[in-house]
């Protein structure tokens, strides 16, 4: 039997063919997705990261207020919230804007703890929903009228849709504290 000849060196080049498509080819596709999921962690790591550095920000501008601020700041914050009393006044407010208060809704109360004087207070987060229409007059009167109620109320969410009429649907998410 004769090693040169020309079929042995077709087969042996068949079957290095083959080891590269059974073997190596797929040895290097799964490296190529181990390399994609390290990618993807160091992404989210930096994401990790870049959130932590956010909340130790935020976390040490809440220490950085002083005693008698947050003392001040408490006594601000009403002992507790009536949600039918707010609801009521939102709906005196948008009647004096002009505007129509289609509905409101009071949707929860979460306990935040807070610090003074190295001793624990409960705030409490009060929300309410409410859907308002009116014109763009009404809703600008409505939202003056907010800001200058009685009740520490802070928007945290608000869509706008108008409509070719000129009349405006505003979703308003409308947060208020408490402490006890």
Known sequence: MIFN?????IVMAALAVGIIFVYVQPTFTSI????ESITQYQ??????SEVNARLSSLVSK????SASDMKALLTYIPDEVDEVAVSRELLIMSEEAGAYLES??????VPIP????ESSVEVVRHSFSLSL????VQTKTFLTFLEQNNYPLEISKMSIISSETGIITSDIEIITYSHN
């Not at 992404?43 to 990790?48: G, L, Y």
């Not at 809440?62 to 207020?65: P, R, W």
């Not at 807070?114 to 004087?117: E, G, H, L």
């Not at 229409?133 to 763009?136: D, S």
């Open 5 to 9: 000849s020309f079929f042995t060196q």
């Open 32 to 35: 190529g997705l181990i390399q």
């Open 43 to 48: 992404e989210e790591t930096s994401k990790v």
């Open 62 to 65: 809440i220490n950085s207020i």
């Open 104 to 109: 409101i809704k009071y949707e929860e109360t």
């Open 114 to 117: 807070a610090m003074v004087n």
């Open 133 to 136: 229409i009116g014109t763009y």
